[in-house]
Each structure stands twice: as structure tokens, then as C-alpha cells.
């Protein structure tokens, strides 16, 4: 048995969750009311999530304890931010509290300022589409920059690409007077082409944070990119460089000069004339419904590689949704040696953080598991799965694969 070189001195080897997804009663934020409205279309409610609000040391331990050397987490906009202008310090102190038994537990933090979910009064007011929207972003982000001054990695937006394809959706809704309930996971690939107008507006708040976290901060700046791996059918070639632009291109390119890009990539679809083409039923498809696609991680990396022209690649996450722990290893260790040949063949990548750390809510689903740590919903006990100490045994090496 022969092993591949060691990655780079400094990979990051972590896990990756959202405030959202597992801190519980978040009900401050635009996702909360979204969740807990009648007339809702998604189709499970948060809740109290995992209870990582108050049990984040023991999420941080386990990951520690394994051989894992960074967590990324993010801070909650509508915690700090609950009503406009009104700042609440307590919760700063608790990020920063996460932040500093992150480092005294050896984990790199890598912050995440906005993850898909913003204050109640923020998207009651208009969102994105408010004229001052960015301004207001950057407010909150100039307040989260206080806690920040020892961080060397944050992420500003979480997948861009997804939230602009979300208030797409939104729209189609509105216009249509349409508002029931559907089993469609905001994640799950099926979503409508990003909103042009939002994607210009993310980009603008992007560029502020980047500029604040600069200001403030030590910390490399980027954001992370859903990664689609389009892949093109004969005679449709036209159809799908345009696809490919505007759902990933046109994010990536605003990378280009970024301290980073978080990749982000789980599968892979196919486009033909009628665009992207939905993934067909097969035994072997993940419980999101997705193909069992371990080289989509690769593409994705040497995509994001050409078309930043160069920016240095952080996996943010990458993971698959299954009950079978053995699949999550395999799948996972295909994509890692995908990643090693990319970093072989030159590409800057700075590190993998899997996702998730935890079983958590998957944006209006339970049932969908990523995680490393599977929780117990009712007594939020922690059980981790043999792929954590798996991961956390390529940490320790500084190994992406092992080849016989």
C-alpha cells in the first residue's frame, strides 16, 4: 500500500454547519416566520434545531477530539441585529465566546457572516430589493468585525448562486399567486435561474464586506460558491455555457482578486435544450435525491481554478445526504482523492471542511442527514459516527487519499 504526498503544511481538515441549521429558535430571522407561517411551502419547521446555541462546545469538542483542525460556523444576523439599528452585545459576546473555544480546542474558525437567513425586518422591508440593503448589510457586518480581530478566515455570503435563485423562486411564486407546500429543499438543484437584479445587489454587499473585514480584521475575505458541475448533451452547447454563467460563472468571476472562494459541490446534472435537466431516479441517488457523484468535488475545483484565473480554493463544504455511514466514507474518500490529484496537478487549495459536522435541518427537511454526528432530536444527545473518525485520521496524516 503506497500513500499519496502530504497536502500542504497549513490545510485546514473541518466540518462546516450554519447558525440556522442547528442553533434552534432563531425567531428573529426571515426563515423562522417563513417556517412558521400557515400558508408556509416548506414543509418542516426548525425548531430548536440541534440546540447548538448552547451545546456548541461539545459540537466543537467532538470535532477537536477526533483530529479535526477547523470548524466553520456563522454568526446569526437576526440575533445581532433583532430589530433595525438595535445592536445586541450579549450576543456578540457569544460568537465570540464560539470563536475563542473554537481556538483554545485547536480549531481554526472559519466565520460565515450571512448563510441564507437574514432578519425578519430586513426581508419584511424588501430584502435584497431594499435600496439601502447593502448599506444595511454592511452595518452588520461593521458590528460583526468587532469580534473578528483574531479570525483569519471568514466567509461573507454563503452560495450567492442560491440566494438569488431563491428569491427567483419567490418571485415565480408571487406572480403566480402561488403558495402550497413542497417537499423541494432550497439546496436541492431544482430551483429557478438566480435573479439577475439579486445577484448584482449580492455582489455590491460582498464587496463591502470584503472591504470591512480588510479594515478590521487579519482575516482572508471570500465567499462560497454552490458548485454545479454542468455538464453539456450533444447539440446544446450554446445553451449550456449560458446556464453555466448565470448560475456559477457569474459568481466565480467576482472572486477573481479575493483573498479565496469556497467551493461547495455535492453532485452533478446534465443540460440540454430545455436547460438543466432533472436527476433521473436510480437506486444509488442520495436522500436528497441527488446522483451519487464523488468527482463532482474535482470538477468543481478545477472549474472554479480557471475561471478565477487562480484564487486560491477552500472547501467549504462537500458531503452527501445518506443513512448508510459506509456510503458517506467511500463517497467522501472518492472526492478527496479527486482533490489530492487537483492539488497535484497545481491547484491552490488551502483546505476541506466537510459537510455537515451534524445531522441537522436542511432547509425545510429533517429527513436529508449529512452529518458527521448524528443527534437525537428529543434528549439532542451526540452520537458520532465512525466517518468522523475516519475524517479525522486524514487530519491527523495530512493524507487526501491512500492508494494500494
Known sequence: MTTAPPLPEGFLWGAS????????????????????????????????ATDSYNRYP????????????????????????PAPGEFMQVELDHYRRMIETAQGLGLTP?????HFTSP????????????????????YVEQAATILHDVQWVCTINEPNIIAAMAALM?????????????????????????SEIAEILTRAHKRAVGIVHANTPAKAGWTIAGQQLEPTPGNKEIFERTRWEWEDRFLEVARGDDFVGIQ????????????????????????????????????????????????????????S??????????????????????????????????????????????PTFGLIAVDRTTFERHPKPSLGWLG????????????
Open 17 to 48: 454547519t450554519s447558525p440556522h441549521q442547528t442553533e434552534g429558535g432563531n425567531v428573529h430571522s426571515d426563515w423562522w416566520f417563513l417556517e412558521n407561517d400557515p400558508n408556509s411551502f416548506v414543509s418542516e419547521r426548525s425548531g430548536d
Open 58 to 81: 461539545e459540537d466543537m469538542r467532538l470535532l477537536a477530539d477526533a483530529g479535526l483542525t477547523a470548524y466553520r460556523f456563522g454568526i446569526e444576523w437576526a440575533r445581532i441585529e
Open 110 to 114: 472559519v466565520v460565515t457572516l450571512h
Open 120 to 139: 425578519a425586518w430586513f426581508a419584511q422591508q424588501g430584502g435584497w430589493l431594499h435600496p439601502d440593503a447593502v448599506d444595511l448589510f454592511a452595518r
Open 171 to 195: 418571485r415565480n411564486m408571487a406572480d403566480n399567486s402561488q403558495n402550497t407546500q413542497t417537499d423541494t429543499a432550497v439546496t436541492s438543484l431544482s430551483l429557478p435561474t438566480p435573479d
Open 265 to 320: 459541490a455535492y453532485t452533478s446534472q446534465t443540460v440540454d435544450a430545455d436547460g438543466i435537466v432533472a436527476h433521473p431516479a436510480h437506486p444509488d441517488n442520495t436522500l436528497s435525491g441527488w446522483a451519487y457523484r464523488p468527482d463532482a468535488l474535482e470538477m468543481a475545483l478545477r472549474h472554479a481554478w480557471d475561471i478565477t484565473g487562480g484564487t486560491p480554493l477552500l472547501v467549504t463544504e462537500n458531503g452527501i
Open 322 to 367: 445518506t443513512d448508510d455511514d459506509d456510503v458517506r466514507i467511500r463517497y467522501t474518500e472518492a472526492a478527496l482523492a479527486g482533490l489530492d490529484n487537483a492539488v497535484s496537478d497545481g491547484l491552490d487549495v488551502r483546505g476541506y471542511l466537510h459537510w455537515s459536522a451534524l445531522d441537522n435541518y436542511e432547509w425545510g427537511h429533517w429527513g
Open 393 to 404: 485520521q486524514h487530519a491527523r496524516t495530512g493524507i487526501a487519499q491512500v492508494t494500494s
